[in-house]
């Protein structure tokens, strides 16, 4: 993010210790590239904020009133597109949503030049790349906030919305012993850089060769010594979910790695989230995934429509969790208040 122009409306210094008033003031016109661009209390606020979003969203009814937003999107989406949409719209601000799936951003004229444009028409712009680096430079040139819908590197508002479910189900994730199981992809980077800034226990068990980029692991290892989470990397699946509170998988092959499907289903098979996998973790372990899931590749129906499922509770999330960081992004009115930022 360059120098940006904050939209805050005048407002008393906030209250030392109050982690949502303060974080009106630090995340306002911010980016979400990473979940790494967050401290811990900031994230603290924005889970604060999505349940009280989520309790009462009447009460946020006109929080980004008549706001605008664009969105980009070079890959396919189902919950991320309606979930932006939906919040926007739910907080009194309006969308658009840009087809880039045939021609990739910055191919008809560079980021610099679209994010100039862009941001005298908007107030936010999400994305969803290919390359992590596109929606970076965009917010290295945008005035508005840029927020990560999912790259190749990361999905940070997958993870937000994981660890409300986990919150939701556990009462907080400090503590919690979170597994995930399968390739370390942008999903799995995403959860590991929230568990660590939310003091919770995460295990990553992959194939060889399929683990997370050492960068995002060293990333996570340092946040997690400073909040007291551990972080642990391994291939023994069973070992990894024994006694686990939440099991985490996602698909084998992600957008864009299409063409190694065939050779990844024999690696992935042993790291299959079933019945039998399932019975390792605790008994009041919930099974989680980001979806759209390949049924009965990296999960077996059963377990995906079983009782220990709450994938679309996490789907529910998204929404919630979305409008709460729209709003601290935006510097948008809490509580009842109509937002006075001009656009
Ligand atoms: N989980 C998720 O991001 O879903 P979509 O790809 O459908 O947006
Ligand atoms: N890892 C998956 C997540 C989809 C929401 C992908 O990038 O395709």
Redesign the pocket.
């Known amino acids: 993010m360059a120098s940006k122009v904050f939209a805050v409306d005048e407002k008393a210094p906030p209250q030392e210790g109050n982690t949502l008033e303060m974080a009106t003031v630090t995340l306002a016109g911010r980016d979400l590239c990473s979940i790494a661009d967050l401290s811990r209390s900031e994230i603290a606020a924005i889970m604060e904020l999505a349940h009280s979003v989520k309790a009462s969203p009447a009460d946020y009814r006109f929080s980004l009133d008549a706001r605008q937003m664009v969105m980009f999107f070079e890959?396919?989406?189902?919950?991320?597109?309606l979930t932006f949409e939906a919040g926007m719209n739910t907080l009194g601000g309006s969308t658009m949503f840009v087809d880039q799936t045939q021609s990739p951003l910055g191919e008809r004229e560079s980021l610099a030049d679209i994010a100039r444009n862009v941001e005298r028409w908007v107030s936010l712009i999400v994305l969803?790349t290919y390359s992590h680096e596109t929606i970076t430079e965009m917010a290295e040139y945008s005035k508005v906030p840029v927020i990560n819908?999912?790259s190749d590197l990361e999905?940070p508002?997958?993870a937000l919305a994981d660890f409300m479910t986990v919150e939701e189900r556990f009462g907080t994730a400090r503590g919690v012993k979170f597994v995930y199981v399968g390739d370390g992809n942008n999903?799995c980077h995403s959860l590991m850089l929230t568990a660590a800034l939310l003091g919770t226990h995460c295990t990553v068990a992959s194939p060889k060769g399929y683990g997370p980029k050492q960068e995002i692991t060293a990333q996570a290892l340092r946040i997690a010594g400073e909040s007291g989470a551990t972080l642990t990397l391994t291939h023994d699946v069973v070992g990894a979910v024994r006694g686990a509170d939440a099991v985490y998988t996602d698909v084998c092959t992600s957008?864009g790695f299409e063409h190694e499907v065939t050779k990844r289903a024999p690696i992935f098979k042993p790291y299959q989230v079933n019945e039998a996998l399932m019975a390792h973790a605790a008994p009041h372990a919930v099974f989680m995934h980001?979806?759209?899931a390949h049924r009965n590749a990296e999960v077996t129906d059963a377990v995906l429509d079983g009782p220990q499922s709450v994938v679309f509770e996490q789907?529910e999330n998204?929404l919630h969790a979305q409008k709460a960081l729209m709003v601290l992004l935006l510097g948008g009115g809490l509580n009842g208040s109509r937002d006075t930022a001009t656009t």
């Open positions: 890959k396919a989406s189902l919950r991320t597109r969803r819908a999912l999905h508002c997958q999903v957008m980001c979806l759209p789907a998204r």
